[in-house]
């Protein structure tokens, strides 16, 4: 069975760091690309980031580009988010994804708030 | 950056209607489109890759099709379930973006 268990979510103050973790499972890890997705409270879904199968590309939303940093470890069938400089506008649920076969986790909430 | 445009943004429809929903990119984007229904509180389940090809599981009644800048999912006879909010999604180029979504609800 697939899994995606996305953790590391939680209340930060503005300004602070979180770093969330997709633990993968089920899966071939390694041969795929995968991406972090957010959804704010009652809003739609926007893409965050995507990391190639062997970190060679990474690409990021200019919403976070410089400020959130992705990586993955592929032994560890593990995906990171680092997230730097948050902002009450980071508020959302975070989900990992690999959009090539459908995989989802169940999203982790983040709550930047003072 | 390519932009996502559906219409329309809500609709409300009956069980039974056929309903078509459009999503326009601001650029050609050939056939690297994906459709989305995601129901509230839940994680977004892909209904069509490939702006025409249904994923495995999902009900005949889903469709996609487009080419380019103009696409449309359609789903022929609304079932109770298909009330949800239907999204887009482009992949290609980066940044990705998703398409602002569509509530399909109750009429």
């Known amino acids: 069975e697939v899994q995606l268990v996305e953790s590391g979510g939680g209340l930060v103050k503005p300004g602070g760091s979180l770093r969330l973790s997709c633990a993968a499972s089920?899966?071939?890890?390694?041969?795929?690309?995968m991406n972090w997705v957010r959804q704010a409270p009652g809003k739609g879904l926007e893409w965050v980031s995507s990391?190639?199968?062997?970190?060679?590309?990474?690409y990021y939303a200019d919403s976070v580009k410089g400020r959130f940093t992705i990586s993955r470890d592929n032994a560890k069938n593990s995906l990171y988010l680092q997230m730097n400089s948050l902002r009450a506008e980071d508020t959302a649920v975070y989900y990992c994804?690999?959009?090539?076969?459908?995989?989802w986790g169940q999203g982790t909430l983040v709550t930047v708030s003072s | 950056d390519i932009q996502m445009t559906q219409s329309p943004s809500a609709m409300s429809a009956s069980v039974g209607d056929r309903v078509t929903i459009t999503c326009r990119a601001s650029?050609?984007?050939?056939?690297?489109l994906a459709w989305f229904q995601q129901k509230p509180g839940k994680v977004p389940k892909r209904l069509i890759y490939?702006?025409?090809s249904l994923q495995s599981g999902v009900p005949s009644r889903f469709s996609g099709s487009g080419s380019g800048t103009e696409f449309t999912l359609t789903i022929s006879s609304l079932q109770p379930e298909d009330f949800a909010t239907y999204y887009c999604?482009?992949?290609?180029?980066?940044?990705?973006?998703f398409g602002p979504g569509t509530k399909v609800d109750i009429k």
């Open positions: 994804g690999c959009f090539g076969n459908d995989y």
């Open positions: 089920g899966f071939t890890f390694s041969s795929y690309s």
């Open positions: 990391i190639s199968s062997s970190s060679s590309y990474i």
């Open positions: 650029q050609g984007i050939s056939n690297y």
């Open positions: 490939a702006a025409s």
């Open positions: 999604l482009q992949h290609n180029s980066y940044p990705i973006t």
